[in-house]
């Protein structure tokens, strides 16, 4: 199929044509029809899969009909929420690119910066409106945002939105939009919450389900390196020197995490920043510029600030902490080894995150390779502090000396940096 077939206005094919898109992605494919159609839509696909120009696309065909070339009055008529700045000014950008041959006008708001010139352009008035919920809300209850006109709602990463807490801040937008509104949600992955938000407030929806989770990308090379946790640091500056590895995304479990990474890798000379929700949205957008520039050659991310990282080109991706759900393992490394390129991702196992890798291995159903020829290993078979019985019982008279750190092993568990 060619973008040709699916009937878009010429100026939206001219448009895709300058981006040098030829062929739809599958989930373009499946959806920009039922988009067209008026559908709602659930969409079940992660950030790499295409499924920006899945909506925007459509969106865009359907407004250039109805605002024409003329200068009439704008109100919104499309609005696309989405959890994270970098997310939404990505959506943004695609909106322009798209729309460039079109009367279309689309503005980008989110919280952290100064609200005045996002007020301004919303008086002038917009066709299309992105935007992070808190901000939305906010200007909304100030009386500068007008729903009344809305066609379509997107819900785009709700998975991320429900893990981030903004649940309720979307069914308060969603509140706010006319009832005969069109609905996308999209979503990586479908828990019970994103599915009972879905059935509130999506009618009869047709669903698209592209890449399942289970799968990693044909094109990545998975390593897996069993590690004592203390000995982590030393293993990725060991990785990142001995093999040479440039432009790598490291993923870690807390922000806490990430920084003390960073501070370990810059102790010893290499060029590290982190990227995650404490960071300003100035701070945030640096960061991620400088290692889009090869600026820093090492990038540390929490899953949610990792949302918003859209980069081809990735060659590595390091697991330095286990996700405890298998599924985040599958998106983590599918930044890598996209547009046909190949791609490596390395993870680290410490003993606490062993039953973490059973259930990736369940779920990826993938052999992946176990490299044991570093200096900080431990092996799969191995006990872990749990299972491990008391030693040197008899010492101290008789006293258990490991008694008291095995009792509060649970408690060191929960405790990551």
């Known amino acids: 199929m060619q973008f040709e077939d699916l009937s878009l206005s010429n100026n939206i094919q001219r448009a895709v044509a300058d ?23 659930i969409g079940c696909a992660q950030t790499g899969t295409g499924k920006t120009a ?5 969106i865009i065909h359907h407004l250039h009909r109805l605002v024409g070339s003329g200068s009439k009055l704008k109100h919104i008529r499309a609005l696309v929420v989405t959890p994270t700045r970098e997310l939404a000014v990505q959506i943004g950008q695609n909106f322009d690119d798209y729309a460039k041959y079109t009367n279309i006008r689309q503005l980008t708001i989110f919280g952290g910066v100064s609200q005045i010139p996002q007020v301004e352009q919303l008086r002038k008035g917009i066709d299309v409106l992105i935007a992070t919920p808190g901000r939305l809300l906010d200007l909304h209850k100030q009386g500068f945002i007008n729903l009344d006109h809305l066609h379509s709602l997107v819900l785009d990463e709700a998975d991320q939105m429900l893990d981030m807490g903004f649940i309720n801040d979307v069914k ?8 005969n509104r069109q609905t996308l949600l999209f979503s990586a992955t479908m828990p019970i919450a994103i599915r009972e938000l879905a059935e ?3 009618k009869d929806p047709a669903t698209v389900s592209v890449t399942p989770v289970s799968s990693t990308a044909e094109k990545v090379n998975q390593k897996i390196y069993f590690v004592d946790k203390t000995e982590k640091r030393n293993l990725l500056y060991h990785l990142i020197r001995n093999e040479n590895l440039h432009d790598v995304l490291v993923f870690s479990r807390t922000k806490h995490g990430a920084d003390n990474v960073v501070k370990a890798l810059r102790k010893r000379g290499v060029a590290a920043e982190a990227i995650h929700g404490d960071k300003s949205q100035s701070a945030r957008q640096r960061v991620l510029d400088a290692f889009k520039n090869k600026e820093v050659g090492v990038l540390v991310a929490t899953d949610i600030a990792a949302r918003g990282i859209d980069i081809d080109q990735l060659p590595y991706v390091i697991n330095f902490d286990l996700p405890n759900i298998p599924e985040t393992y599958v998106h983590r490394i599918g930044r890598t080894g996209r547009a046909g390129n190949a791609g490596e991702a390395i993870s680290f196992c410490s003993k606490d995150e062993h039953g973490y890798w059973k259930d ?5 159903k993938v052999d ?10 431990w092996h799969e078979g191995e006990p872990t502090a749990e299972e491990k019985p008391a030693a040197n019982s008899n010492r101290s008279g008789g006293r258990h000396k490991n008694s008291r750190k095995s009792a509060g092993s649970k408690q060191n568990k929960k405790r990551w940096y």
């Open 54 to 58: 899945a909506f925007a696309i459509p």
């Open 368 to 377: 992946v390779q176990v490299i044991s020829d570093h200096p900080w290993p």
């Open 200 to 202: 509130m407030f999506l």
């Open 19 to 41: 981006m040098g898109y030829t062929s739809p992605t599958p989930i373009q494919q499946q959806a920009i029809p039922i988009v067209l159609d008026g559908r709602d839509l």
């Open 172 to 179: 308060k937008i969603v509140k706010l939009t006319p009832n």
């Open 360 to 364: 990736i291995q369940k779920l990826i």
